[in-house]
């Protein structure tokens, strides 16, 4: 695979200036970091279920973070507060400098588009465009001229192994391939931290591996990341690993001290 | 184009909301062809009378009655007047015939043949294409409409046949999709002759079915109208009326197409908001995918508004086309009958085609609302 992309110059810095309160910001070296997150959703009138409980994380630059834990335990909601595609009932959180929970909605998908990359697990491809218009669909929404986000989205398809799956559509593409086309996707706008959930789940073992392998290579390049498994294999990879249950992070572990159970 | 594409992966239902537009502006484009003729016929009625004053027996004009053309003596001694043309019209068929004809019928005007009414009328658009205009002093000559011409299979030198008499044809009129293409011009006494034979109790054939009053330049004709109107035996209509009553037809076909038109947003709308809104529920997880890398508000909007559009587009020009084709080939069929039912102008296919883009664009602003307000969270999770 191509080594030519630099993942760490993302492109965030359009959004403007860090404006998080003096004091309180988090340190230069911390890509995210997350105070008291609370995320309550209302059932009924009266009662409302707690899926963050006052959830504190920091992340350095650089770093790769796998989120562990039950289903129903909050990783999949803490990821979508991360990533802005939900807003915290309480708390406050910073990526790269920038106090999100600050932030009026509207500015949201920039800053997502601009800072967050997303893996999912089943993909998420749109099943009508191709992989090298799938790759690029953010430059679109950012305005990117045709040809510039062409060469982009070619550069990063040559990276994923795919230079020869440009015009397929999804549906002509494996599990692994269309993986693959996902990350692409991610890195396209050079994020500051590239979100993943279950990035493995639907996939066979050696695809898991090659997709593994893929995303820990960019880290080793300066790419943060965060990866939500159930998998203590692909869990293996980062360098942290934080276990959470009922809302809480409860355990937090070195994988290379401590290697989980395969 | 990926709105095409989307269009594509759901053909069928693309297809039938795509041909329900088509329907709508299909039946807008005929009916508007068909009032776009009219108002042609219209607007040359009102070039071709509306800078003079139509002056009729007080019985009715037309068929209606008649005056003496001594009145047009009269007419002329008031002051404002330049000149006044007494005029005598038949039908240029057998009148039996024309009972069950469909479309206006052929009329021939009979003139009085003045140097000044023959110089006025060609100013006024009445221009030859072949042979000549009349010229004061003709009889038994005759100059025909092209619409008649082709009817009749009638060219210059032939001999054209009004009710029993016959007429040397000097010239043929130019094409002006106007109601001259269906008439024919003569003198005033070849037409007195034809109508002292049709109503063989005249007691002389001295008769007109109307004056055509033209004004001094700067008179104020509406203002001579009435005057006029007080002499005995005449009514006159100042071109003001004329004009009104004109227009106030126009009303009648304006309303059809508005009602054509009406029925186009209904269905055609209520169809695009349908298939839209059936679009967005299925590709709610898309729409979450586009959120999660970036999509704002507006790129959501944009998406489902063109797609729309799109929709109401391609079914606006289909509509359009068929029915441009159709109104050609009736138009063909009954040029030969001297009936030109349809005009395309330039407006109407503009109108007809903005008008579906808006239609499909406007159906598509809720479904898109819809589409662009949607949780990003719960729409990834949908299947």
Redesign the interface.
Known sequence: MSEGIDTRAHSGQGLGPFTGEEGKAPADDLILSARGLVKRYPMGTDNCVNALRGVDLDLRRGGFLALMGPSGSGKSTLL?VI?T??QPSEGRLWLDGRELTEEPH?RL??I???LIG?I?QGF??????NAL?NVV??LR??GSPKSEARRQGTELLEMVALADRLHHLPTELSGGEQQRVAIA?ALV?KPALILADEPTGELDSTSSRLIMELLSGLNQKGQSLIVVTHDPTTAAYAERIVRMRDGLIVDEEDPAEDPPAV | M?PL??LR?RKLRAALTIFGIAIGIFAFTVMGSMAEKINQLVGGALDFWGESISVEPESGGGFGGFFPVSVTEQIEALDGVDFATPSAIVLFGNPEDQAFSFGAPNLVFGNRLSQAWVERVQEQGLEVVEGRFLQPGDRGKIVVGSDLADKEDLEVGSTALVQTREFEVVGILQRSLQFTDAFAFTSLEDAQEILAEQFPLLTTSDVATGVQVYGEPGADLDQLASRIDQLPQVRAESPEELRSQIESGTVIFNLIIFGVALVAIVVGGLSVINTMIMSVSERT??I??????????R?ILAEYIGEAALIGFIGGLTGFAVGWILTLIINDQTRDTGTVLFTMTPRLALGALLFSLVLGAVAGIYPALRAARMN??QA?RSM
């Open positions: 979508n990533g595609l939900d509207s998908p920039d997502r588009r601009r997303f999912f998420n491809l749109i099943p009508s465009l218009e669909l953010p929404y950012e996707r706008m | 990926e594409r989307n992966r997880r898309e979450g995918i586009k959120r999660a890398v970036g999509a704002k508000t790129h990003p969270v990834l």
